[in-house]
């Protein structure tokens, strides 16, 4: 049976939508992580700057977007509840999908990602200011739509 008409049918299992998926990333399709190098910055007037980045990677899959990133910096200036990251390829302005964790000082926390064109935007989960000082650590998973 063909993978589209696997999944077309009404007793689609999880082991034949986990053989689609593996099928789909597999290396005879030629997708591969692609490191990005992102530029961070934050809102307002608050700043996020020596940053180091764990990892940055993104897949395209024609217009579907996948990243993941982690990174670690010091937020500066007057506190604000906005961290952003550039996006490895332009999105469209109003694809938004993503989570992460983020690390305010106490601990980790919950947070969500966000997208326009150009920028990952990353927040607490309540949307609370960050706190000031060093290791404002974030790891986000998620994809968009590309422009």
Known sequence: MAYADSIRSSG????????????????????????WVPTYGASGSMTYTSVTTTFAKYIQVG????????????????????ITATLPVAGLSDSRVGSCIVQDGSGNITGQVFTNATNLLIYKYDT??????????FIAVGFYEAA
């Open 12 to 35: 689609v299992t999880t082991a034949q939508i986990a053989t689609l998926i593996e099928g789909i990333f597999s290396s005879g399709y030629g997708l591969t992580w692609t490191s």
């Open 63 to 82: 217009k579907l977007v996948f990243y993941q990133i982690y990174a670690s910096g010091t937020t500066g200036g007057t506190a604000s509840n906005q």
């Open 128 to 137: 609370s200011n960050f706190g000031l000082g060093a290791s404002r650590l």
